[in-house]
């Protein structure tokens, strides 16, 4: 992306796309395909301006790179659990906070309600639900659905 007086207004100079899993982490994208598709945008980049290829303008390409409108920034309400969620709700709402600033929830500790973070959920997909019988026959993120 070309620099701008907008934020992400100037011209692009490559573009990648990359399919996401459902059970993607912040951490895992960035990690991976994000940084492959930098690497891949650099090199495209420097090779279009070498050969004197001009940008495209994000504005003339609407149906490609939809509409060019700037999106706020995650708040903390967006990282927010609710207990009255679906579990996918939840996994997908750690899932996005990954490594920082992590999910955001309430519980009560000791008598006291505290606003904890998670990190790093799975879904458990045991039929037996006794904790004695998960401690037992699972391992930490052994079981995860797709």
Request: charged share 25%.
């Amino acid at each position: 992306m070309g620099a701008d007086d907008d934020m992400d207004g100037g011209a692009i100079w490559s573009c990648s796309s990359f399919p996401v899993p459902s059970n993607s982490t912040k951490a895992s994208l960035y990690n991976g395909a994000i940084a492959d598709a930098a690497v891949y945008g650099a090199l495209e980049a420097a090779t279009k301006y070498c050969l004197k290829i001009p940008p495209l303008v994000k504005n003339d390409y609407p149906d490609y790179f939809g509409p060019c409108t700037q999106k706020r920034a995650m708040k903390n309400g967006d990282r927010r659990i609710g207990w009255h969620q679906t579990a996918d709700e939840i996994v997908t709402r750690v899932r996005m906070s990954d490594t920082n600033p992590g999910a955001i929830a309430e519980l009560k500790v000791y008598g006291e309600v505290r606003n904890l973070r998670f990190f790093d959920a799975h879904l458990e997909c045991s039929r037996d639900l006794s904790i004695r019988n998960l401690l037992k026959k699972t391992h930490p993120g052994a079981c995860r659905r797709a």
